[in-house]
């Protein structure tokens, strides 16, 4: 899926799980997941009921819907920050380009953040009027809303540190080169890549992250637009201390992917090395039996499909065996001991088709595909059409050397190959059979029914 | 998918691709697919509207819906035959069993065609009421209702032969043991067999067949089952010819699967072997471009998803690549040489949660699962679970020696699954998005767009 691909009709979203159990599930922020109208249209669904009413937002009742990445707005409803933004005395039709994203240089001339070798100036927004200020506000302004005896979700998602990358005063200026940490990158990564790998290294974002100059520019400034993050959510936990919601409020703070910042000779996030695909995920979970755990860290393997089903089983929602893939983390979160069967492997999938590396491939989009699977050895990838890739997570651990053509393992790439095909059966494809239904299905049943098969 | 399982509600048939085409598409017969009405109402879908009409009929029209399977009826509308029965004067509640699935011995005593013994005995319904020849009366009516110029589609899907194994006069009676094809199975199978082949091998069904005095009792009343369908097809092909709909319709006679009957000691029709997975598959394309293929044999690998994408190409429609995971077949009707791009294998997959074997393996419904592919040297079939299967289907045409453990072909099977893991190329996870949108994405459209991505 690739930014605003639409999901099937009736694929279910948290929001949707949630919604029996009662709860009231709101989006402040992007989401980048909807629906198709057209095809809601076509099966005649009532397009003023609750369900079309969330085709742009992923299900969740877009409350504050800000996808803060296309210049101009792209989905019903994604332009509260423009207007607000007009509001306090930032004019044009599109500020959030004009203030928000660009800075200014000594000479006023206007700079725009789209360009890295801007990201020095301040933004041309007071910082209490940026994007990730903003958010947090309507984000208070939604809590604030609720009677504090009804269920809510609130998935606050902020689009900052992204493209266009400039941040506000004093956010812009807070880091320096000597905060950064040190680049994971080897010379030898550029003799004879995976063709795959060497596309992506040709990028122009790619290009820019691999020069030092470029790092030692963007990088402070990068780690002032999450440093403001961790102040906005200062704010915003305070505000749930001093009204009672802190004891009471699940809360996870995580990320749809890494960014690579010139680690392996790379920008952006596409592919598999743990700089893009190992994301935080930090889980308060206000429960008392949670207190055994609570202040630690949890080393088993997780995934971000298993974030839906915590939600549901914290909710008191019914985790829908025929369609949910992930686990739920409670376990993990009520116990320092791992349920004895918790998974061994991670897993993860990128479609590349409308990303540049699929010209200079010269692929058609249903090639652009490729997988992972990460046990706590190895981590193998899958990609059509070209070689696999193959790194020791243990010798290696900075995946510095692609064993993906080395002879000497080619007995573990065919494991980890079966490994990966059957990492499959967690998939579920018979959506529409309940999970009770099909485990009592069998000749029992058919029997019973009347249906003798193969009887002399 | 099960019979009867729900096909997600998005998902389109042979029917909705060519409705816009302008073509009435109608079921007489079994389908054992629908949607779940369940989540059309969750989905405010309108019951009353086209979609929701057909949601027990595959999208197709149910102009005779008979899944001929049921002892009892499932389905809505799926009860013209015991209505037809008792108009000609077979009483009862049931007489799709108590007269056209039973026979009677000499002494006039009934005897139920679910047991296999029973099979020598001629049905209790006259050859011109059974379920074929009514099936095909049907869909003359059908035929008849049309007007020559509007493009229609009939899904003609006859549910004998099936169990149970039992046909009317003078069909049960047609054929000896002298015209069973001899038996493909090896006493070397029954050494060491794979762990899911020896659990179908226990089934009733697979004990049953693997009897000699089984097969020479049902395989020449199996064998009149599909003497009646081939008299009746020519019915049918009579009455086209003297109304001239022969000369303007493509016809495909094709089965969902095929039966065991003993080879390989078993029963039914679950695993991978040929008598099971390769089906017979006639097409007759009226368009004199076929010519030069008339009356040939295409040895091409298809699979069965390649005619839905023949269908909409012959009638006209969108082939939505988005979507359509088969490839037409016109280019091989219409040339004897095939497209160079032509693939190169073919794939298959089971779920067999709901069959006796996942109780003998006591296996999660979902650990149910494998999967298949062949070339023209081999057969990979990946079990979720236990070992791999290979054939070398060169020097083991039959199938008789699994290489599935055996070291020397470690490199083979490493080569298979690699080749497994890249035929999910073709699987379309983005129904959403138009083939020419996904085509144009890239870093153009997002420049185009004013989203410039890591220049410096």
Redesign the interface.
């Known amino acids: 899926?690739?930014n605003q691909?639409?999901?099937?009709?009736?694929e279910l979203t948290i929001a949707d799980y949630l919604q029996p159990a009662g709860y009231r599930s709101a989006l402040v922020g992007k989401t980048h997941s909807r629906?198709?109208l057209a095809?809601i249209r076509a099966?005649?669904?009532?397009p003023e009921?609750d369900?079309a009413r969330c085709v742009a937002s992923g299900g969740f009742e877009p409350y504050e819907l800000h996808e803060g990445?296309?210049?101009?707005a792209r989905a019903p409803g994604d332009n509260g920050y423009n207007a607000y933004l007009n509001s306090q005395g930032y004019a044009g039709s599109n500020p959030w380009?004009e203030y928000a994203n660009c800075g200014a240089d000594k000479n006023g001339n206007i700079r725009s953040g789209?360009?890295?070798?801007n990201s020095i100036y301040p933004a041309r927004v007071a910082e209490e009027h940026s994007e990730t200020t903003y958010l947090t506000n309507r984000a208070i302004e939604f809590l604030d809303q609720q009677d504090g005896d009804s269920p809510w979700c609130l998935h606050l998602s902020y689009i900052k540190p992204h493209?266009p990358l400039i941040a506000p005063a004093p956010y812009h200026d807070l880091y320096d080169v000597s905060d950064i940490q040190p680049v994971q990158r080897s010379e030898q990564e550029l003799d004879n890549p995976h063709p795959v790998y060497a596309a992506f290294m040709e990028?122009?974002?790619?290009?820019?992250?691999s020069?030092e100059d470029?790092r030692k520019r963007v990088i402070p400034v990068y780690m002032g637009l999450i440093r403001q993050i961790d102040d906005q959510l200062g704010r915003l936990f305070e505000y749930m201390k001093q009204t009672e919601m802190l004891e009471q409020t699940m809360i996870v703070f995580t990320s749809d992917h890494g960014d690579y910042l010139g680690d392996h000779w790379l920008?952006?996030k596409d592919l598999f090395h743990e700089a893009s695909v190992k994301i935080p995920l930090i889980i308060a979970d206000p429960d008392t039996i949670a207190d055994d755990t609570r202040g630690s860290v949890c080393n088993e393997m997780v995934e971000a499909v298993d974030l839906l089903p915590t939600f549901v089983e914290y909710g008191g929602g019914v985790i829908n065996r025929e369609r949910i893939e992930g686990q739920s983390l409670l376990p993990l979160l009520r116990s320092k001991i791992a349920p004895a069967d918790w998974r061994q492997f991670a897993f993860s999938e990128i479609?590349y088709?409308?990303?540049?590396a699929?010209?200079s491939l010269k692929l058609e989009?249903?090639?652009c595909?490729a997988?992972m699977i990460r046990d706590r050895h190895w981590k193998y990838i899958?990609h059509?059409?070209f070689r696999?890739q193959l790194f020791d997570m243990q010798k290696d651990p900075h995946e510095l050397i692609d064993l993906g053509d080395n002879p000497a393992y080619?007995?573990v790439?065919?494991d980890m190959?079966?490994l990966?095909?059957?990492a499959?059966?967690?998939l579920?494809?018979?959506?529409?059979?309940p999970?009770e239904n099909?485990?009592n299905?069998?000749?029992q049943?058919d029997e019973a029914?009347?249906?003798?098969?193969?009887?002399?």
């Open positions: 899926m690739a691909d639409p999901t099937r009709i009736d629906k198709s095809q099966l005649g669904i009532d009921s369900f990445l296309y210049p101009g380009h789209w360009q890295l070798r493209w990028q122009e974002y790619s290009e820019s992250f020069r470029v920008g952006e479609d088709s409308e990303r540049g699929r010209s989009p249903y090639d595909r997988l899958h059509n059409l696999p080619a007995k790439r065919a190959r079966q990966m095909l059957t499959r059966r967690r579920k494809p018979r959506i529409g059979t999970y099909l485990a299905m069998g000749p049943q029914q009347g249906i003798i098969i193969g009887r002399w």
